[in-house]
Structure formats: structure tokens, C-alpha cells
């Protein structure tokens, strides 16, 4: 990893300075959330006796690892009651009401002060949106072409999807996008494209892909084929080359991750056509869609970055706007190329529009927050926002190095890798998103350097906790994150 990150100057655009949670809330007014009981998953993986070693690495096993799914929400539900005859004279309902809202609000604010593991801004102020609240908007069918139904936000919907144009370098006649629902919408919309163009074409994605890929593939009874991953979790090209190979006869149709879901890594765009390109596959037998989930709105901002641009030949790309941007509901920009659309649009005379969109009805007032805080922050403020994410995502790796903890960040990532806490209930207190013995930190706008060193403080406290409770020694993580990153008895 390098030590510095260079980021690149961008155009200005309209400045705004924006409001942060306030902290000013009774904890002990929160009820504490009990686990729920730990479920051991078996037949997963090889046995003790199965593990090798590699140079000095053990070879991870699943089997017996404990997994603790989450707590079974019919045990704290809020029921829906009828209210009493005479509760409009006497308002106990509405007063009822009122009281839980209170403490859900104080139970979100208390939840969002320990919130590190999971890629979403919670530093944002939309305040001046209040007055839309009581509009039904709905962008149903195609966002380029108005309905008979007037309540909608196409104009904002589209000076968003501009935006990204510009961001990714496609004129605005050679694009076609819209506002998703969230991200996993934008991969099944970019892959049920793909198959489109393709319909006989095999879907490779790397192991490291986001789930919602191999769901496209069960979706859309597509044959998928898993790439293996580089030790960063970024696809490996020499892998790739030999299932390209092995199905040269049948076009391709390739996810690349800008960003994987744990590990934060940037899959090589340009080295992948380039394997593409050396198997025989020429421009018009294969489809490539960019999963920008997370760090496609960042990478534009970083020199070094592979950059993701229609003037390479990809076929789509989507980004979720409620992670980096900081929009307060699941959304997303999916955008592919104008020329592919067709094969997917039909009109629709109940709408008196088209549509080819994968919902139909969609979320109105998205857009509107989109091109709200796109106004607000515009490529400058992206830019310091990108700066500050790598900067304390570099702090925290080398603190918890510092503190003895194995941890690893990938160069163009702000999501930080480390061992695993023994304490479950650590884990869902700082919501922390883990897999095998890892787990991640992903670094937002919002997360403070008092933030990370209040859980660097009570993390290395609990450790040595743990320890002493019998768990022994911290496990070997060189498996997932690289001897050089593992500071476990045998590669310290």
C-alpha cells in the first residue's frame, strides 16, 4: 500500500457546508438489543485435517465456523392496533405513537454513533426537501419520456444522470440510464443487458463479486463462471485467460468490480480487456458491466485509478446513491450505452411512455436528493470528501498495526481489513461487516478520527479481554489478507 494517495483537481461547482447528527440524546432511553442464539454452519469447508500450509500460510476452514444471523424481528415488532372509539376526542393513539417514534429516533441516532462496517454517508442534511414529503412522486416507465402521470421529477432525474454522463465520459445522445432502487438493481438491470446483446453469452465474475451478481445469473438462468481473486481481492487476470479460453466459442459477458464488497479492490479495467482482447474476443463479442457500487463515485478523484470511461468499450455502469453521496434512501444511477437499450425498451400506451427499467414505478423523490447535494458539494467538495475517507482509512490501518492487530487497505480503498473480534456482541455494536475471520471498516465522510479512535480505544480494551477469557491467541489471517498485512506468532 502506498503511503500517500494523490488526488486529482476537479472542476468547482456550488459549495455548501453540511450539518452533522447532533449527540445530544439519552443512551440509556435505548433498549439493548439481545443476540440472537449463534448458529453453527458445518460441511462448508475442508477439516483440520484437510488444512495445508502454504510458504508459511495456513489455509483457512470454514467448517464450524459460527455464524450469528440476526435476531428473529417478530420477538420486538411493533404490533398495528385498532385505535378505541373515543380516541378521537382523546388522542391516546396519536400520543402512543409519538412516544415510540421518540425512541426509534433516539434508538437511529444512537445506532448511527456506532456505525463503521457498512459503506453508507450518514453526514448529510436534507432539511430543505421537508416540503416535498407530501407529494406521491413516481418516475414510472422511462425517465426521457413523460407520462399521463404528472407527479413526477424526470427533470431532476435527468440533470442527475448528465451529471454522471459527464463523470464517465458519454454524450448525452449515446446514453441511457436511470434512477434505481438501489444498487443491486443497477447490476441486474447492467447484466440483464448484457444478456441481451448476448443471449448465448457466459456471465464470469470474480469470487469477490457482490451477491447480487450471482443472483442476476439464478435470475436470468445465465451460465456463470467464478473468477479466482489476487490475494487484494482484485479478479485474477491468469485465471480469467484460462475460463476465457476454455469458452472461446461463446461471447462474454464480464462483471468488474470497482470496489469488492469486503476487501474494497479495484479490478484493473484495462487489463481486463486487454485478456479479453488476447483470448480472441473482439469489441462486439463481449459486454462489460462496472459494479461502481461504492467507490465509482470515488475514483474519478484519484489519480493512479483505473478510469472507468465509455470511451473504453464497456457496456454499463452503476453506482448506489445512498453510500458515497449520502442520499438518505436506497438508490442508485445505472447508465449503459444507447445503442443497447433498444433491445430491452417497448412502449407502454398505460403510460404513454416506454420503459426499460426493471421496477416500472420508481422512487420520485430519490432524484430530487441526488441532484440536491450534486449541486451542494459538486466535484470539489467529492474531491475533499474522497481526500479525508483515504486519509482516515490510512490512520486507521496504521493504528491498529500499531496496536498489534493484522490489517490490511487496498491502495485505492478506503475500507480497511482486520482480524476478526471474538465478541459478537462487539461486532453488532459497531455493526461491523465480517466473513470467515475478517472483518472491515469502511470509511465514510462521516467517520471522524475521534470516531475511529473511540473504537480503536474499545476494540484493543476488549482484546485483551478476550484473551484472557480463553480465546487464546489472535488467528492467522495471512490466508485472506497477506502475510505482509498478518501479525499473528508466526508472521509478526
Known amino acids: 500500500m502506498a503511503g500517500t494517495v494523490e488526488i486529482e483537481t476537479a472542476s468547482p461547482n456550488v459549495k455548501g457546508k453540511m450539518e452533522i447528527l447532533t449527540d445530544d440524546f439519552d443512551p440509556t432511553a435505548v433498549a439493548v438489543e439481545p443476540l440472537p442464539p449463534v448458529v453453527t454452519v458445518t460441511n462448508v469447508g475442508p477439516s483440520e485435517s484437510e488444512e495445508e500450509e502454504d510458504e508459511g500460510v495456513k489455509k483457512p476452514t470454514k467448517k464450524g465456523r459460527e455464524i450469528v444471523l440476526g435476531r428473529n424481528v417478530h420477538t420486538t415488532c411493533l404490533a398495528v392496533t385498532e385505535p378505541e372509539a373515543n380516541d378521537e376526542f382523546t388522542g391516546d393513539k396519536e400520543a402512543y405513537m409519538a412516544g415510540v417514534l421518540a425512541r426509534y429516533r433516539k434508538n437511529l441516532m444512537e445506532r448511527t454513533k456506532h456505525h463503521l462496517g457498512y459503506p453508507y454517508n450518514l453526514d448529510f442534511d436534507y432539511g430543505a426537501l421537508a416540503q416535498l414529503q407530501h407529494f406521491s412522486i413516481n418516475n414510472l416507465g422511462d425517465p426521457f419520456i413523460e407520462s399521463n402521470y404528472g407527479v413526477h421529477s424526470r427533470q431532476f432525474e435527468v440533470g442527475v444522470l448528465d451529471w454522471f454522463a459527464r463523470l464517465w465520459e458519454i454524450e448525452k445522445n449515446e446514453y441511457w440510464g436511470y434512477i434505481t432502487n438501489c444498487g443491486t438493481e443497477g447490476n441486474l438491470h447492467g447484466i440483464l443487458v448484457g444478456r441481451e446483446v448476448f443471449p ?119 453506482v448506489s446513491g445512498h453510500k458515497f453521496v449520502g442520499c438518505p434512501m436506497p438508490c442508485g444511477v445505472q447508465i449503459t450505452r444507447m445503442a443497447h437499450i433498444n433491445v430491452l425498451s417497448s412502449n407502454v400506451e398505460y403510460l404513454a411512455s416506454r420503459d426499460a427499467t426493471i421496477m416500472g414505478s420508481r422512487n420520485g423523490h430519490a432524484p430530487i436528493f441526488l441532484w440536491y447535494t450534486l449541486n451542494r458539494k459538486g466535484y470539489k467538495g467529492f474531491q475533499k470528501e474522497v481526500q479525508k475517507c483515504l486519509r482516515n482509512a490510512h490512520y486507521l490501518k496504521d493504528q491498529l498495526r500499531g496496536a498489534g492487530i493484522s490489517a490490511m487497505l487496498n491502495e485505492l480503498s478506503s475500507t480497511v481489513v482486520f482480524e476478526r473480534p471474538w465478541d459478537e456482541e462487539f461486532v453488532r455494536r459497531w455493526q461491523l461487516a465480517c466473513e470467515g475471520n475478517i472483518a472491515h471498516v469502511v470509511v465514510m465522510p462521516n467517520v471522524t478520527i475521534q470516531k475511529l479512535d473511540d473504537f480503536l480505544n474499545e476494540l484493543v480494551e476488549n482484546r485483551s479481554t478476550w484473551c484472557q477469557k480463553g480465546h487464546g491467541q489472535p488467528p492467522c489471517v495471512a490466508a485472506d489478507i497477506g502475510k505482509e498485512n498478518c501479525v499473528c506468532t508466526l508472521h509478526k
Open 200 to 318: 448465448d453469452g457466459i456471465l464470469y465474475a470474480s469470487r469477490e463479486s457482490h451477491y447480487s451478481v450471482f443472483k442476476a445469473a439464478r435470475m436470468y438462468r445465465m451460465e456463470c463462471v467464478k473468477v479466482d481473486t489476487l490475494i487484494s481481492g482484485e479478479i485474477d487476470c491468469s485465471d480469467f485467460r484460462v475460463k476465457l479460453l476454455a469458452n472461446k466459442d461463446k461471447p462474454a459477458i464480464l462483471n468488474v468490480n470497482i470496489g469488492t464488497t469486503v476487501k474494497g479492490a479495484v479490478d484493473d479495467v484495462d487489463l481486463v480487456i486487454q485478456t479479453l482482447e488476447e483470448c480472441g474476443f473482439s469489441h462486439d463479442r463481449f459486454y462489460i458491466h462496472c459494479d461502481g457500487a461504492l467507490f465509482g463515485l470515488m475514483m474519478p478523484f484519484v489519480r493512479r485509478a483505473p478510469k472507468v470511461t465509455f470511451k473504453k468499450p464497456i457496456g454499463s455502469v452503476s
